[in-house]
């Protein structure tokens, strides 16, 4: 079983290549020749229902496309219950297949993912309809790397890749997405002798419009309406069709990082920082600002200067992200202050300690301005100014902040462990700050919000308690503190036991 809902943007990224990588339209799965499933020969079949399959493949796709990937897994498997009353080597098996192992492959459901993507790769074999087969070879290699069975991922790539190229020819658009998921897998195994080759091919190859030809879907059992020319189809005579390849920006975007990243850890500086430059530069050009592609394209280039200690550089990319984050800065449209606690970072080890305030200042105002100051991305952000003042021995600016963070997590989380954080924090405040009153009342609440979690005799409660005896120690209060460490050793004997 998989999740009710996830946000439509995030399944669909998750899904099969096609719809990340390809730029051309989309080609459906059609009739083929395949190799007769053994686990179905001998089922007593019943009269399919084409009409029903059909039906629950489309409420299917849609209930997928909508993000709602419980309704589409119940769609999905009902129109597989149907297909398997079709025959053996059926492609609408196949195509009901590979969508319900699809489905289970963006969600993250990967044993439930693989047989169904292994049946349809094997039925797909030496399809008329190449492209389908290459897809459906494409989503088994995913899954097979994902679960750490790599030779098998790298032989569908390779499979797919050549099946490609034997219709379309080498270096076609299609042939180029199967070589980047095989870079890919050996980037990933750090094979960098056979990654970065067939990076620097895919990147030729992957940024050039071609115009190529197609074949239109026109089986009506499987297509019904769907076989309609996208935007770039020229229909031609025999089925044939001309089709505009686009540069493929989401491919060329990730092999330029992956190629950075690459560089990098070879300790390549120079090259990895001209990759992670030209990614940053299409971002902008091509991305909506305060996107998370950009953010992340924007966190490599600083990674790089960091590793150079490349301050001024570093500091430059840091507020250039921070401007393009605040300027779409909204309760619809949220982002991580990560940048700006970088820069501080920064500031402070560069010793610009005023600039480095100002800037935490500046960012709890516009978070709690744009999201509200009950927002997490503020409460995050005031996290940051309250351990800066923690830091730099400014105890009383920190305290009011810390009390501040308690109340509105004790308001919005309850008494519980995600006060832990500020807890801790606020004993290594009033430790410094010699206020055992009040060091005092954190160690007692941390020992009770741990009993009421954990349990009594639990080992998270002994650092609390350890602490708390040592404080009472230093406060002559011994008879307490013995009670305490006799505590403390009645729980340590049964976590031996």
């Known amino acids: 079983m998989i999740h009710r809902h996830l946000p439509s943007g995030r399944l669909l990224l998750a899904l099969s290549f096609a719809s990340l990588l390809f730029a051309s339209p989309t080609l459906q799965a059609r009739a083929a020749d395949a190799v007769p499933d053994t686990g179905s020969v001998n089922q007593v079949r019943t009269k399919p229902n084409v009409k029903a399959w059909k039906k629950n493949r489309a409420a299917g796709k849609k209930a997928r496309d909508e993000g709602e990937a419980q309704a589409a897994e119940t769609f999905f498997r009902a129109a597989l219950d149907e297909a398997q009353k079709f025959d053996a080597t059926d492609y609408r098996l196949a195509a009901s297949l590979q969508d319900l192992g699809a489905l289970y492959a963006a969600t993250e459901n990967l044993s439930a993912a693989e047989p169904l993507l292994r049946r349809a790769a094997t039925m797909r074999r030496q399809d008329p309809n190449f492209l389908a087969e290459a897809g459906c070879l494409i989503d088994f290699g995913t899954v097979c790397q994902k679960l750490g069975k790599n030779d098998e991922a790298e032989k569908a790539y390779l499979r797919a890749q050549e099946a490609l190229e034997l219709k379309l020819g080498l270096y076609h658009p299609y042939a180029v997405i199967c070589m980047f998921h095989r870079a890919a897998l050996y980037d990933d195994l750090k094979k960098d002798s056979l990654a970065e080759p067939l990076f620097k091919s895919v990147l ?294």
């Not at 850890?265 to 998370?292: H, T, W």
């Not at 010793?351 to 709890?364: D, G, M, R």
């Not at 100051?373 to 730099?392: G, K």
């Open 204 to 497: 030729l190859h992957c940024q050039t419009s071609v115009v190529g030809g197609g074949v239109m879907g026109t089986d009506t059992a499987l297509f019904g309406g769907e076989a309609i020319p996208g935007p770039g189809f020229t229909p031609g005579g025999d089925n044939a069709a001309r089709v505009i390849y686009r540069p493929n920006d989401a491919c060329t975007l990730e092999t330029l990082s992956r190629l950075g990243m690459l560089c990098a850890r070879q300790n390549r500086l120079a090259e990895a920082e001209s990759y992670f430059k030209q990614s940053l530069k299409m971002v902008e050009n091509q991305a909506a600002k305060g996107s998370p592609s950009l953010e992340a394209s924007l966190g490599r280039l600083v990674n790089v200067y960091l590793a150079q200690t490349n301050y001024a550089g570093a500091e430059a990319i840091l507020k250039h992200s921070i401007r393009l984050q605040e300027k779409s800065l909204s309760p619809k449209h949220r982002n991580s202050f990560k940048p700006q606690a970088t820069l501080a970072s920064l500031y402070e080890k560069e010793q610009k300690i005023a600039e480095a305030e100002a800037l935490h200042q500046h960012t709890v105002a516009t978070a709690e301005k744009a999201l509200g100051p009950d927002s997490d991305e503020a409460a995050e952000t005031l996290l940051e100014l309250a351990r800066f003042y923690l830091a730099h021995g400014r105890y009383q600016e920190a305290e009011p902040l810390y009390r501040r963070l308690v109340a509105r997590t004790e308001k919005y989380q309850g008494v519980g462990v995600a006060l832990s954080p500020m807890l801790s924090d606020q004993a290594i405040l009033y430790t410094k700050w010699g206020h055992d009153p009040e060091l005092e009342a954190v160690y007692q609440r941390q020992i009770a919000i741990y009993e009421k979690m954990f349990g009594p005799n639990n080992k998270a409660v002994l650092k609390p308690l350890e602490n708390y005896a040592a404080l009472l120690h230093k406060k002559n209060r011994d008879s307490e503190a013995v009670l305490i460490e006799a505590r403390v050793t009645g729980i340590q004997k049964a976590q031996a036991r």
